[in-house]
């Protein structure tokens, strides 16, 4: 279950409404257009953002990881997208998490989704990874990546380096935030690996990420 207190629809073309509400900790969802969850957001505040040691040391790790950003919707959708997504869902949080078709929605119909841009992945000319996202001026909301588990296998930082990576495209966009999904589940901790972490506990803003690890522990 996604961990949510309140919902509401949103006009799509209102980018300050929208941006406003990513500040009271609303994220855009998947299972229709213009449809807002609140949920225990977490976020960067990039104006205080600096590359730590431990993010350094993952794109030393990747660095051969390439990055593009690429509009959405995407006419050039490919059956083998949906399938590396249902596999990594399936594998990482149960059967039926997330399906291919859904994706294949997400990627290609904009009626459909508020999703306006795909951060591509590659090795070797290979893609390895990619992420779904809502874009405007002021921030950036980084959502359902997905990735080669069988290259995984082999680079244990492959999904932090597709990560990070996002945060560097967003610093160096100026946007104000970059928002990396929500804190509902112990392995949720990973995302507090940057500088200027902040999380919404259902009515402000929180700093301290010794009491979120608490409460996911749990």
């Not at 505040?45 to 990747?62: A, Q």
């Not at 997400?106 to 990619?130: C, H, Q, R």
Request: proline residues 3%; hydrophobic residues 35%; neutral net charge.
């Amino acid at each position: 279950m996604y961990l949510s207190w309140k919902e509401k629809h949103i006009d799509e073309a209102d980018d300050l409404l929208i941006t406003s509400s990513y500040n009271n900790g609303y994220v855009f969802v998947r299972p229709e257009k213009n449809l807002m969850k609140q949920t225990r957001s977490v976020r960067i505040d990039l104006n205080k953002f600096r590359l730590n040691s431990e993010n350094r040391r993952i794109l030393r790790k990747t660095e051969e990881l390439g990055f593009t950003a690429i509009p959405l919707p995407d006419p050039t959708y490919h059956w083998s997208i949906g399938k590396m997504a249902k596999d990594f869902y399936d594998t990482k949080f149960g059967a039926g998490t997330f399906s291919a078709n859904k994706l294949k929605e997400l990627m290609t119909d904009e009626t459909k989704s508020n999703f306006n841009m795909m951060f591509v992945y590659t090795l070797n000319s290979s893609v390895v990874g990619y992420a779904l996202c809502y874009e405007n001026k002021d921030m950036i909301h980084y959502s359902y990546p997905f990735y080669d588990l069988s290259i995984a296998e082999k680079n244990k930082n492959l999904g932090m380096g597709m990560m990070v990576r996002a945060v560097k495209y967003a610093e160096e966009h100026h946007k104000a935030h970059i928002y990396l999904g929500s804190a509902q589940r112990p392995g949720d901790t990973y995302k507090f690996q940057f500088e200027a972490m902040e999380w919404f506990d259902g009515e402000e803003w929180k700093q301290d990420t010794s009491i979120i690890k608490n409460i996911l522990k749990t």
